[in-house]
């Protein structure tokens, strides 16, 4: 059983900045997916969820990328403790929406959600002016 337990979101105003994290573990096998590909998407009301920075393991280390073309968005790993994070930074009210944080079996660059077969709860993020 794998299990993605998100944490952080909340309130914040415009221009601010907030962080979260995601842990997670495989109950069944004890596989850590420290070698998988890892995502957080995000899902606005009556928008599609989609993709806003993903990982991906590669030569000891992990490559990040980041839909955002102004670098807003970054996320990070600690293999060490099964733990995905994602920095935001100058929010904005667009920005408000649920996150989640997403896992797949293969290490392999994808910013499609039915890729993903393994889900965090969701957290709100909200974003007011």
């Known amino acids: 059983q794998v299990r993605l337990v998100q944490s952080g979101g909340g309130l914040v105003q415009t221009g601010q900045s907030l962080s979260l994290s995601c842990v997670i573990s495989?109950?069944?096998?004890?596989?850590?997916?420290?070698?998988?590909?890892m995502a957080w998407f995000r899902q606005a009301p009556g928008k599609e969820r989609e993709c806003v920075a993903l990982s991906l393991y590669g030569g000891g280390g992990y490559g990040y990328y980041s839909d955002s073309k102004d670098g807003r968005f970054t996320t990070s790993r600690d293999a060490t403790k099964n733990t995905v994070y994602l920095q935001m930074n100058d929010l904005t009210p667009d920005d408000t929406a649920i996150y989640y944080c997403?896992?797949?079996?293969?290490?392999?660059?994808?910013?499609?959600?039915?890729?993903?077969?393994?889900w965090g709860q969701g957290t709100q993020v909200t974003v007011s002016s």
């Open positions: 997403a896992a797949r079996s293969l290490n392999s660059k994808t910013w499609y959600a039915a890729d993903y077969q393994y």
């Open positions: 495989d109950l069944t096998s004890g596989r850590t997916f420290s070698q998988s590909a």
